[in-house]
């Protein structure tokens, strides 16, 4: 078949050099995928699913791809699937179910049995098929592609080949393969343009397929020049800070197309393409405000939109330190700890993120953890005034997802010794010729890192 060798060519493809796992149901398509691979002598095996949702159909098929595989002497490799079972479970559709379970098991042969690739046979009409759901439901211009040739260790050699070209294929070998009826039901979305929608389209173009891989490049050429401009102008809008990204909300409101922008940055993180213009309505008028993805918080903050990983509730970080250490990771910072004599202090620097204490006024244990509503501190230079570190925090114009990480230092009679990276202690200064001194240096953990 030309087309399979086109896409072979166009690819770089060299399907002799290792072996490839071919997904077969039994159907045409897959059946014309195995036997290309039989026939180029390309090493292969091949995987099939039993979902068994169509009874002693199911495992007839089974039986069909196992005496398949041993014709042309591929290893086989089946699984029987409780798809209904992980339908109730994970609320999804059967077809999504399906997909999920069949494509985690054949990255799993993939990887213990050592191919190269996994090949579906996906073909144009699939591709077409594939970008009318997107348009119907919705879609950016990734979603006009039609479905990709290659996709990390998946293949489609088939992609350029028609249904027609399959099917004439199929009969000039005169192939056997295996029927599903349920392609005949209209219960199904993709069914429903297959019998109804595509016949329409291919009386105003007959050559539908060769027209629509053209387009088809178009678009993703497009959409690739798209994407190299964003991320360009993205490298100036976007700052990493330890945890959380921060996106300066003023670079946003003077662009042009701020909505599409925007989605460009956030969508990576979950969100949808509705939420974009609630959150640039609330820009500049309400701070504060937080959206929500499946994996990511979105804060509405004065100058910054941050988004941050999403934990399973903010846990109140707590650490007992009963003694000196070397070092100490709590809440993704890393504390250091350095005993020095008194008298090296006077070639010392030292910054917000560093507290240098007299080890006589420690009284252990000493106790790590989360600010709370509510805590006070005598603030350094402040000549012993108390003050809420809320207010410090507010002070220091802190967005609510900076504030969740601040923790506190405190000594063993319960005073407040140090705002971690912030401010300590004026009760804690060290006095005039101190015997001996302790460093504690604040550094983000090996875990704090970027997105």
């Known amino acids: 078949m030309d087309s399979f060798l086109t896409f072979i060519n166009q690819f770089g493809l060299d399907f002799k050099e290792g072996r490839t796992l071919l997904t077969v149901s039994g159907g045409i398509d897959s059946v014309v995928l195995a036997n290309l691979f ?13 979902f068994g949702l169509r009874g002693e159909e199911s495992d007839e098929d089974e039986r069909f791809v196992r005496a398949l595989a041993a014709h042309y002497g591929f290893d ?24 999920e379970l069949r494509y985690k098991w054949f990255e799993e042969i993939r990887e213990r049995h050592h191919y190269r690739w996994i090949a ?13 759901l997107n348009l119907a439901r ?17 293949v ?56 629509f891989k053209k387009t088809s490049e178009k678009l993703k050429s497009a959409d690739n020049l798209l994407n190299e401009f964003l991320a360009g102008w993205a490298a100036n809008v976007i700052e990493f800070d ?8 003023d670079q946003i409101k003077s662009a042009s197309e701020p909505e599409y922008r925007l989605w460009h940055i956030v969508q990576k993180y979950g969100f949808q393409y509705g939420q974009i213009a609630q959150i640039l309505q609330l820009i500049g008028a309400v701070s504060g405000s937080i959206f929500m993805s499946a994996t990511h918080r979105l804060l509405v903050d004065r100058q910054h939109l941050i988004i941050k990983e999403k934990k399973n509730g903010i846990a109140e970080e707590s650490y007992t330190v009963t003694e000196i250490q070397d070092q100490i990771l709590t809440g993704g910072v890393m ?46 230079g402040m000549q012993g005034k108390q003050k809420k570190i809320s207010d410090l925090l507010i002070d220091r114009k802190l967005s609510l997802f900076e504030k969740e990480e601040v923790q506190v230092l405190i000594n063993g009679n319960d005073d407040i010794i140090w705002v971690i990276g912030y401010q300590s202690d004026e009760r804690y200064r060290v006095g005039k010729n101190p015997l001996t001194v302790l460093q504690i240096k604040a550094m983000p953990g090996p875990e704090d890192k970027l997105f």
């Open 156 to 211: 489609r050699p088939l992609l350029y080949a028609t249904r027609s070209d399959i099917e004439a294929y199929a009969e000039k070998y005169d192939m056997k393969w295996r029927e599903d009826r349920s392609n005949d039901s209209d219960d199904y979305k993709r069914n429903l343009l297959r019998h109804h929608a595509m016949p329409v389209f291919k009386r105003l173009n007959p050559s539908l397929e060769q027209t």
């Open 76 to 99: 086989f490799y089946v699984k029987n699937f409780d798809v209904k079972g992980f339908v109730k479970d994970h609320a999804m559709s059967t077809q999504m179910a399906a997909r």
């Open 242 to 249: 330890r945890k959380q990204v921060k996106i300066k909300i």
């Open 38 to 50: 039989h026939k180029m002598g390309f090493k292969a095996g091949i995987a099939h699913c039993n």
């Open 138 to 154: 919705g879609t950016g211009l990734a979603g006009l592609h039609g479905i990709s040739g290659i996709n990390g260790m998946l």
């Open 335 to 380: 504390l250091t700890f350095t005993k020095m004599d008194g008298s090296a202090l006077k070639n010392l620097s030292t910054d917000h993120n560093t507290l240098l204490v007299e080890e006589r006024m420690l009284i252990f244990p000493l106790t790590i953890r989360s600010w709370q509503q509510g805590d006070k501190f005598q603030p350094f």
């Open 120 to 132: 579906t046979a996906h073909h144009a009409n699939d591709s077409f098929e594939t970008v009318l």
